[in-house]
């Protein structure tokens, strides 16, 4: 049995940039267990499967160490390998999946994600997250991620987390961001919970954090900044109770699987 891969940089307009999705077009659905098997295979941050339906498709996305209900770059990475490669020709993709349906619009050489809003509640900051991120917070949020609020651009980029101890803290995983100078706002995202110390950019993680800046800063119209190594711009709209984020995408390699 062989299945078609393909690996993307999403939210990148070069190689080598934004955050690398494998994904994997499926007839039917596989195993879950062989799905998680391939994803640690890949060991990227995600692994996406879709499958065509009479209305669409439906996606689900698998780190290397358990399956997610929402993943931002790996979707725009999908919508990217059906429209350049699988000769999709609408120009709305509606993938299904464990959030709700999930839009994906082509703008030029863009593609825009259309997907729910995740408000964060404030929350204490929970026992050693500090110490994890050798970092004073200055509010905390809490919808399945942390949101962190830290007083500067210049401490979001410069953190050096200890994992080791960030993996005990109780959340899928921890957002950092601060106001920026250049762009509305800047982020990291660290998932060692997931398998994942830093994801280089982080979709599903500005559901939370456009509602954040939108009302902040009294906008909802954000130019973020994801500042990871690889690193990666995304332009936001907080729409009603949906977040649009639109970004690039690059094709890096295609191939088979074996199995």
């Not at 954040?212 to 994801?226: D, I």
Request: aromatic content about 10%.
């Amino acid at each position: 049995m062989k299945l078609d891969l393909y690996q993307v940089d999403a939210f990148a307009s070069r190689r080598f940039e934004g955050n690398p999705a494998a994904v994997c077009p499926l007839d039917d659905w596989l195993d879950d267990s062989l799905m998680q098997s391939i994803a640690f295979e890949n060991n990227l941050a995600e692994t996406a499967f879709f499958v065509q339906e009479k209305d669409g498709f439906r996606i689900r996305w698998f780190t290397p160490l358990t399956e997610v209900d929402l993943c931002g770059h790996a979707t725009l990475a999908s919508a990217y390998v059906l429209f350049e490669e699988l000769g999709y020709s609408e120009r709305k993709i509606t993938f299904q999946s464990k959030s709700g349906p999930l839009m994906v619009s082509r703008h030029g050489n863009s593609f825009e994600l259309d997907f729910p809003a995740q408000p964060a509640k404030v929350c204490d900051a929970p026992l050693g997250l500090q110490d994890a991120l050798g970092a004073s917070v200055d509010a905390c949020f809490l919808n399945e991620d942390l949101l962190v609020i830290l007083s500067d651009e210049s401490i979001v980029r410069n953190l050096s987390p200890d994992f080791r101890k960030l993996a005990k803290v109780d959340a899928r995983g921890v957002i950092v961001t601060a106001h920026s100078q250049e762009f509305d706002f800047v982020s990291r995202f660290f998932g060692p919970q997931v398998g994942i110390d830093e994801d280089p950019v982080t979709g599903s993680a500005h559901t939370k954090l456009v509602p954040y800046w939108a009302e902040r800063l009294s906008t909802n119209e954000l130019h973020a900044k994801q500042v990871s190594n690889r690193g990666g711009e995304l332009h936001c709209s907080l729409v009603g109770d949906r977040v649009k984020i639109r970004g690039q995408a690059i094709l890096f390699l295609k191939g088979e699987i074996y199995l």
